[in-house]
Structures are given as C-alpha cells and as structure tokens.
Nanobody, 129 residues
Framework: QVQLQESGGGLVQTGDSLTLSCAAS????????MGWFRQAPGKEREFVAG????????YYGDSVKGRFIISRDNRKNTVNLQMNSLKPEDTAVYYC??????????????????????WGQGTQVTVSS
C-alpha cells in the first residue's frame, strides 16, 4: 500500500493561485491512478481532480474545471494540484488519494471516493474574500 503526504496548503486571497503537492512512498506509485478530493465543514468529501497512472488522462469536478490542473511525476513519486483563480468556496481540507485498481487501465480516472484505497492526512486551504 502507498503512503501519501500532502503539502502546500495555506491562506490565500480570492483570485490567487496555490499549488498542492502529494508525496507518495511505498509500492509502485506509478501503477496507481491518483486523485484529489476536498471536504469543507459540514459537507461531503467531493472529487476535485484525478489523473490516470500514465498521466495521459485527467478529469475534473465541474466546480474546478478550467481553474485547476492536476499533474504527476512518476519518477519523483509526486502528484500536484495547481489551483488558479481561487474562490472562497474552494476553502476546504484537500486530500490526496490513490486508486490501486487504476493499474488495470491506462486511462482510468475514478471519481468516487470509494474507489480509492489510500488517503493522505489532508492539507487546509483557506481562501479569503
């Protein structure tokens, strides 16, 4: 199983940009499809973005499409989430997650949190208005 650690969260203003990073350790990171989720107080954890193990396929939640970019570097065992044009409604704890079943399909990007096997501890992002 892979272990995940997020970093890069913080307090920013509306319209700012921020990049989150997720460092992975353990077995076969390059075989996992990866995702970012977020959870605001009192709300369900929601899918933000995902990337296939190959990096060739990405998928975004409707609320971040066109503003966020997910990428990965399989040599460095990292996955990043570049967040642009941040809004107060982007305020949440952001989690990195790994999908082991993603190894079976080079284009697989799961959007359901139940598809992900490993999770990081999360990093807080706060966007002030």
């Amino acid at each position: 199983q892979v272990q995940l650690q997020e970093s890069g969260g913080g307090l920013v203003q509306t319209g700012d940009s921020l990049t989150l990073s997720c460092a992975a350790s353990g077995r076969a990171f390059s075989s996992y499809a990866m995702g970012w989720f977020r959870q605001a107080p009192g709300k369900e954890r929601e899918f933000v973005a995902g990337i296939s193990w190959s990096g060739g396929n990405t998928y975004y939640g409707d609320s971040v499409k066109g503003r966020f970019i997910i990428s990965r570097d399989n040599r460095k065992n990292t996955v990043n989430l570049q967040m642009n044009s941040l809004k107060p409604e982007d305020t949440a704890v952001y989690y990195c997650a790994a999908d082991w079943a993603g190894r079976y399909a080079s284009t697989r990007v799961a959007t359901s949190k139940s598809d992900y096997d490993s999770w990081g501890q999360g990093t807080q992002v706060t966007v002030s208005s």
